[in-house]
């Protein structure tokens, strides 16, 4: 069985494919290395995946944007699973640049489901977020919920694809598993997210910002975790049974929470953080950003129920990991 990945280069999508190649599947990887975030930090996730794994992670820069690049990157590669997490990431930056955000996560979304369809492939897991649920106020969100008033475009992006997803499994019976991830983090992780900036300041004595001055929290997820679910997802493929799946969908179409279910204060993981990194932080209160939410919690008890999805790793565990990883980035310049 080969699986396509897409995002290979791409934080949790390079976990994913070292997980699956660690197994013994064979993997294509896909990503155009957008320069969102270091380029060099990218290139340094795939160099790794080859010298783990060799052939059986097989790299194709393409950007699935390009419907034509796509069919060409896969063409003869005997595709019968796609794991879809590549995606233009970010909350903020979906504020400053919308059309990044139609291309990649929308076109590029629609162009997936294409290929899925044209390849009857087995099952397509893909990306969605806890965005998706926008200023929900009731806690822990629950895949049942109402996710209609999205404060972001990525969010709104999420949200599209979700439904994309449901019309392809209604008119062509394509098996998928849509996955809303909550806050991931840890080794190898994006250089835009609280975990990665936060430390990085504390080390480099530099101020981090607290926004909403800190009042905030975030169901933190440790990347391991979210792979088990990810790989748990892409193993069992949702029926064409015409029974209720997770989400509320009736056709092969399935909807999961996939996080730690413990928010954390903004303030206990900075506790956490300088104390792996052995410093104090210079905290920086600030009032809240566009696009931002107060607090953010999965239910996973339909994904439990379902795929046996556990998580075990807090963030008194999970953070020291990340900063251990971090020290060794720093020192390989």
Partial sequence: MTVLVTGAAGFIGFHVADRLAARGTPVIGID???????????????????AEHGDLVRFVDCDFADEDALVAAVSGAGIERIVHLGAQPGVRHSIENPRAYARANLLGHLNLLELGRGLK??????AS????????????????????????LYAATKKADELMSESYAHLYRLPQTGLRFFTVYGPW????MAVWLFTAAILAGRPIRLF???????????????????????????????????GGA?????LYNIGNN???????LVDVIEAACGRPAIREYLPMQPGDVTATCADIG??????????????????????DWYRGWLARG
Avoid at 33 to 47: E, G, I, P, Q, T
Avoid at 121 to 126: F, R, S
Avoid at 189 to 192: C, L, N, Q, V
């Fill in 212 to 246: 909403n001055r800190g009042e905030m929290r975030r169901d933190f997820t440790y990347v391991d975790d979210i792979v088990s679910g990810v790989v748990a997802a892409l193993d069992r493929t949702p029926a064409d049974d015409g029974l209720v799946k997770a």
């Fill in 189 to 192: 992780g994006r250089p835009d």
């Fill in 302 to 323: 339909a994904i439990q129920r379902d795929l046996g999805f556990a998580p075990t790793t807090p963030i008194a565990i999970g953070v020291p990991r990340f900063v």
């Fill in 32 to 50: 155009n290395l957008d320069d969102y975030y270091s380029v060099a930090l990218k290139r340094a996730r795939l160099a790794w995946l080859k």
């Fill in 129 to 152: 977020s806890s965005s998706v649920y926008g200023g929900n106020a009731a806690l822990p969100f629950r895949v049942e919920d109402r996710v209609d008033h999205p404060v972001s």
């Fill in 250 to 254: 009736t056709t092969p179409h399935a």
């Fill in 121 to 126: 492939v087995a099952h397509l897991v893909y």
């Fill in 262 to 268: 413990r928010p954390e204060p903004l303030g206990t």
